[in-house]
């Protein structure tokens, strides 16, 4: 039980942290790193909370949100992407995809 409550705050702690990253507008989506992340993506907790402990600059884009989802899609189209399926967290730099499907660990190591 008590494991339970602690990883509880965990994750509220994670979540509550990633939403002030979070975007209410698109604008400067093409500049700096841009994270899309799904609720419950182990992933995409993963990757914002490696950015945020090496005081990388992102901003984060839940694509549980329907219109948030179909802006995804059309950046990764731009990109060139014609997969109809994605392993999340997708991420931009500077309106370029740099990192969907590799191993999320040893990529964010060439981000410092």
């Keep these: 039980m008590k494991k339970l409550v602690v990883l509880s705050i965990v994750l509220f702690s994670i979540t509550v942290f990633s939403q002030e990253k979070e975007l209410t507008s698109i604008e400067n989506i093409d500049k700096g790193i ?45 990109n060139n992407v014609l997969a109809q399926s994605v392993r999340m967290p997708i991420v931009f730099i500077d309106g370029k995809l740099v990192n969907s499907q590799g191993d999320i660990g040893e990529f964010l190591k060439t981000l410092n």
């Design 34 to 78: 841009v994270i899309f992340n799904k609720n419950g993506c182990k992933r995409c907790i993963y990757t914002t909370n490696y950015l945020t402990e090496n005081n990388i600059d992102y901003k984060l884009i839940n694509t549980s949100i329907k219109k948030n989802n179909l802006l995804m899609w059309q950046m990764l189209r731009q």
